[in-house]
């Protein structure tokens, strides 16, 4: 078996991440303390233990660490340097803090060596003799009374007498020291995905600015990348809701909540971060906020793109770098101002298009239009003259290039949207090729010829 053991970056005061609050995530995440006296970040850990799932499905949780069976999947990644390179890359790009890593054939010979930076090789008795006592934490439960007896290290307690050792310190110690070498079966419950995200963090001090809550999202957000690197997915839109505090005013309602939408399947943590950010800045906490809740209820499959073979970025890079874009000018300015044209069954040009709020809704297969359709609309249409054998005329005389293509539409919306016109293509030597249609029947009141420039040509 080969195991391999995965610890989170302590920070400079020694905490392994942001400091630590109450997080529960939904499906069965680990909240009881952590062993071996650290103050490791339970969310980091629950999220670093997703993200292994998406190397090998043998994951469990060993006390601070998470320890993952991988002799199953090196073959694939192409060896265990290639796969470690590859982790360390995923748990960047989810936000994880990943710290020291080390590979055994026991789960808790792994942890040990993980928490002593031991990546030396040779043989694991070897290895694990020359540990201190504060590798295992059986043994440093017991440090006190084992110095008085001279022994520092793992080597050294597994010389002494196994009948007294368990007499004075129970079956616990030699259990412990016989699994970590190999010579006793480890049991391990193997982590599970749950079905949906939901993640809740209790905020240490009320916040009473919502700008603020997004330093504590960013928790809640690396469990989520990490979930869904786990089950190769992404997110089309995400909520966060809070908790208002008790003491808030009568009128105020007992919670809030914001929904971020993206423009396209991602799991881009920093992409997540900065649009979260653009909401939270434009908004106002009602009252003071002491919990916040971040879910996930629809998770989409997500497209690897592969690199390109030319250099420079590949298009799925650069579409999303766009969306991304977007995004944040849509929140900045609002979504009526940023806006997408999409495709409609009309037969009448003006009505062939509407410009939605972006992102608007996925469009509709349309069939396409029977005939040359204008770069340019003249908005509205500008009346034309004619000259004696009733032809229109535009900076000169015009020479027809195609029509006419007669449109009978818009009957349903009463007079004011019915068009009954006969459209040309007609070519002027020094504006190029126009959009010109014919008044079938003709407004007297107006006075006009009936003929109208509608387009232009590129």
Known sequence: ????????????????????????????????????????????????????????????????????????????????????????????QAGLALGDMAWAPTALG???LARCSDINPGRLSERLDALPLSALSAAQAHHAMLARLGCTRLGELRRLPRPALAKRFGPALLTALDQAYGDLPEIHSWLTL??????????????????????????????????????????????????????RPRDVADSGELTVATADTTRDLRRLTRLLSEHLGRMTLAAPAGEI???????????????????????????????AL????????????????????????????????WPAPPAVAVRSPPGPQPTWLVEPPQPLRCDAQEQPLYAGPLARVSGPHRIEAGWWEGRGGLQTRDYFVYRSAARGLLWVYHERLPDAATATSGWFLHGVFA
């Open 194 to 247: 749950p079905d949906r995200f939901d993640a809740r963090l209790e905020l240490p001090y009320r916040v009473e600015h919502a700008p603020v809550l997004l330093h504590f999202a960013e928790t809640l957000l690396r469990q989520l990348c990490a979930f869904l690197a786990a089950r190769h997915a992404g997110v089309r839109a995400l909520r966060l809701a809070w908790q208002h505090d008790a003491m």
């Open 293 to 323: 809740r971040l879910s996930a209820d629809t998770v989409l499959p997500l497209e690897e793109g592969s690199s390109s073979l030319l250099p420079g970025p590949a298009d799925p890079q650069e579409r999303t770098t766009t969306n």
């Open 110 to 112: 792994a942890l040990a």
């Open 1 to 92: 078996m080969r195991w391999l053991a995965l610890c989170c970056r302590p920070d400079a005061q020694g905490n392994a991440g942001p400091p630590q609050v109450a997080l529960t995530p939904s499906g069965g995440g680990q909240g009881a303390a952590l062993p071996w006296g650290s103050t490791g970040h339970i969310g980091d850990v629950d999220a670093l233990g997703w993200l292994a799932l998406s190397f090998t499905p043998r994951v469990a949780r060993l006390e601070e660490a998470v320890v993952a069976e991988v002799s199953a999947s090196l073959r694939l990644f192409r060896g265990a340097r290639a796969l470690r390179q590859r982790l360390q890359t995923q748990a960047t």
């Open 326 to 357: 977007l995004e944040r000018l849509s929140v900045r300015l609002g979504a009526d101002h940023v806006r997408e044209g999409r495709l409609r069954e009309d037969h009448r040009l003006a009505e062939m298009q509407r410009w939605q709020p």
